[in-house]
């Protein structure tokens, strides 16, 4: 009986290799990439696995486009080899992203690593990555401790949430000269994953610095079914700016809770995550009215740049919907990837590296306001820059930095009851 | 909030109680609840509240489709067999309903009742208030319909000793069907009222079931009223945790409450055995 399994093995061993050796045949790169695609971020993940197939596309096939690499048939650095990305759905979970990885690098066999949304999800990815010597690219996640940590492997196309932050008290602070009024008090509800924890701890040391005192610090538990004794606390803090990092369906939880138990802080400006969902402006409506949220990517900033939409027209076809933050992000990071590979001229892990750390993409070539993707040397991208973004009239609206603004700010927030 | 974590778990109480199956698709068939009055909103402009009693014979029917379909073959099954095939149906309706609707949140908007009533400084949704008017309504009629009808009592008997009750010339088959199109019906009614205030997409389920397993371990495992009880108390709990002590805290009240329990009455607070 075990000799018939080994020999049944052995043929299916073999039959792999045959399968699996013309395939290699063409010179391909392969890139792991992971997202959510299932779990409450699931329609985020499909978002961006959208942009990242759009941007394998671009690079295997001729576009007229100004984005690295899109004028000629795959990587000429390698000969014309295409990329292909192999995606797994890590359902937002750190252990099974982690496991993902694994099995991607050993089984798959790739040649980098590309993802993962979630920041406690990418943390566990880099640590594969690291261990393995793969390199990995992430485009999204935006826990500050990421890049910290100094990981050999680990690099960041998109801003994090001291860049964030910083913003957002910047911001706070040149509101209170142009309006010429007074903001005494913060108050900070974040999420309890890496993400919220992260980003509440940059918000709190940033408010003493400046001055403000954070009147109430709430961290809640995602998937939350209730917000009400939260939404309750914040109440009673009554602090004048409000800072959530939520992500999607929690957000829309809170507004509703808000809107229900009569909370409305004169200033709301949310870490991006749930405010930055196209989805949950479309069903708030007007509850989501005069909301901030910082943002890296604006589809309002295409008069300034054609090129936005040129690459929204082209999302449109595959992912069905306007390009939005997360996926624009995952977009830019995927083509500073496939630069770097191309550059290095090999799928080398090392020369990979090399070539990520030397990586100078012009801003011309983006579809972010940013001032370039050059990475320091920690993998952070240092040609970041961060925006807000105002719901006016049910679309977001850039209104800060001032300079790249599209529309002024709304300020106070309608109290519940001057809505509609 | 506490009545609709009742309601949820009156029917997953009711199955478990009736045939010493956990559903582990309960929190699935709220989703479908909640999705079918999504719908029947989205296409047809019905308010979830209106199509309340649609989504209750859907739900039903589910659950009688459940019990003729999949459960049936399982009742003497072994226990790990029973819990692959209500988790299987769990993860298959979950898939099923990204597949077909996509992955994101819906909301519905403008429902019928909106706004909130201001009563000694304190605050309350009106959705809120007639979702749980609404469940205790439903619960007063489950409850009278398990002890003051003759379907009722069969149930019950069969809930009882199962061999007795065919003996007595109870069709225990259909008491079982029954017992299923019941919780489908609870849970049809508590995801029509919860598409009043919150938002609906395919993994949405999941916490107020696990909520619903607290709720019933709390009152007794097949005890329909205790369950009541069991909902109430983790609504209350959770919402008292947060407010006096941290909020991320609020769900270790709730669970604490639930081992303590567990641990000093393991059939809940009411229940009988």
Same mark, same amino acid.
């Given at each position: 009986m075990t000799r018939l399994w080994l020999s049944v093995l052995a043929i299916i061993a073999v039959a792999t290799a045959l399968i699996g050796a013309p395939a290699a045949q063409p010179k391909e790169v392969v890139i792991g990439v992971l997202y959510p695609?299932?779990?409450?971020?699931a329609q985020v993940g499909i978002d961006c696995v959208n942009a990242v197939k759009l941007g394998a596309e671009i690079v295997n096939a001729r576009h007229q486009?100004?984005?690295?690499? @899109?004028?000629?048939?795959?990587l000429p650095g390698l000969g014309g080899a295409r990329i292909r990305v192999v995606v797994v759905d890590h359902q937002g979970k750190p252990d099974l992203g982690q496991a993902e990885a694994e099995r991607l690098v050993?089984?798959?066999?790739?040649?980098a690593l590309f993802g993962a949304y979630f920041s406690g999800v990418t943390q566990t990815i880099a640590q594969v990555a690291e261990r393995n010597g793969v390199p990995h690219l992430n485009a999204e996640s935006s826990s500050p401790a990421l890049t910290e940590r100094g990981l050999k492997w680990f690099f960041r196309t998109s801003p994090h949430d001291g860049h964030f932050s910083q913003a957002m008290f910047d911001f706070m602070r040149d509101l209170e000269k142009r309006r010429g009024m007074k903001i005494k008090s913060v108050a900070i509800m974040h999420e309890a994953t890496q993400f919220g924890s992260d980003s509440a701890k940059v918000q709190e040391e940033l408010a003493r610095k400046a001055g403000y005192e954070v009147a109430v610090k709430i961290t809640y538990r995602d998937k @939350?079914?209730?917000l009400d004794a939260e939404v309750a606390r914040l109440k009673a803090a009554n602090a004048d700016v409000f800072l959530p990092s939520s992500y999607t369906n929690d957000a829309i939880l809170f507004v509703r809770t808000a809107k229900k138990l009569d909370y409305s802080p004169k200033l709301l400006i949310a870490q991006n995550a749930g405010w930055t969902d196209p989805t949950f402006v479309k069903e708030m409506g007007a509850d989501a009215e005069g909301h901030i949220t910082r943002a890296p990517?604006?589809?309002?900033m295409a008069a300034k740049k054609p090129m936005i939409t040129q690459v929204n027209e082209l999302f449109r076809k595959t992912g069905g919907r306007d390009i939005s933050d997360a996926p624009a992000r995952a977009f830019t990071g995927f083509m500073t990837l496939a630069d770097a590979i191309n550059r290095a001229g090999s799928t080398d892990p090392e020369a990979i590296r090399k070539a990520l750390v030397a990586t100078n993409i012009p801003p011309e070539q983006l579809i972010m306001p940013w001032t370039g993707v050059k990475f320091d040397e920690k993998g952070q991208n240092s040609g970041v820059r961060a925006i807000l973004q105002q719901v006016q009239k049910g679309t977001y609206v850039t209104i800060y930095p001032f300079e790249l603004a599209a529309a002024d700010v709304v300020y106070p927030l309608p109290a519940w009851k001057d809505r509609k | 909030m506490g009545l609709v974590y009742a309601l949820i778990a009156a029917g997953l109480s009711l199955i478990f109680g009736l045939?010493?199956?956990?559903?582990?698709a309960h929190g699935e068939m709220l989703m479908l609840a909640m999705f079918a009055s999504f719908w029947t909103w989205a296409l047809w402009g019905l308010d979830p509240l209106l199509s309340l009693p649609l989504t209750a014979g859907l739900l039903a029917a589910l659950g009688w489709a459940t019990y003729r379909g999949l459960v049936r073959f399982i009742l003497d099954a072994p226990m790990l067999a029973q819990i692959f095939a209500t988790f299987g149906l769990a993860v298959f309706l979950r898939s099923g309903a990204q597949a077909l609707w996509g992955a994101d949140f819906h909301l519905v908007k403008d429902p019928l009742v909106e706004g909130r009533l201001v009563a000694a400084g304190v605050f309350v949704g009106l959705p809120q208030l007639v979702a749980s008017g609404g469940a205790l309504l439903a619960f007063g009629l489950l409850y009278l319909f398990i002890t003051r009808t003759e379907t009722g009592l069969a149930l019950q008997a069969t809930a009882q000793d199962r061999q007795a009750a065919s003996l007595m010339g109870i069709d225990t088959q259909r008491m079982f069907a029954l017992g299923w199109a019941i919780g489908g019906a609870c849970v049809g009614v508590a995801g029509g009222l919860l598409t009043t205030f919150f938002y609906v997409f395919p993994e949405v389920g999941a916490p107020f079931a696990l909520l619903a397993y607290v709720a019933v371990a709390l009152g007794g495992f097949g005890n329909v009223p205790a369950t009541l009880a069991g909902g109430v108390v983790v609504g209350l709990v959770e919402v008292l945790g947060g407010l006096l002590f941290d909020p991320s805290l609020k769900l270790i009240g709730v669970f604490g409450l639930y081992l303590v329990v567990v641990l000093w009455r393991p059939q809940g607070l009411f229940g009988r055995f």
């Open positions: 695609l299932s779990g409450n971020a486009l100004d984005v690295p690499l @899109a004028r000629g048939e795959g050993t089984q798959e066999k790739v040649h @939350a079914t209730s990517f604006a589809l309002d | 045939m010493e199956i956990v559903n582990f």
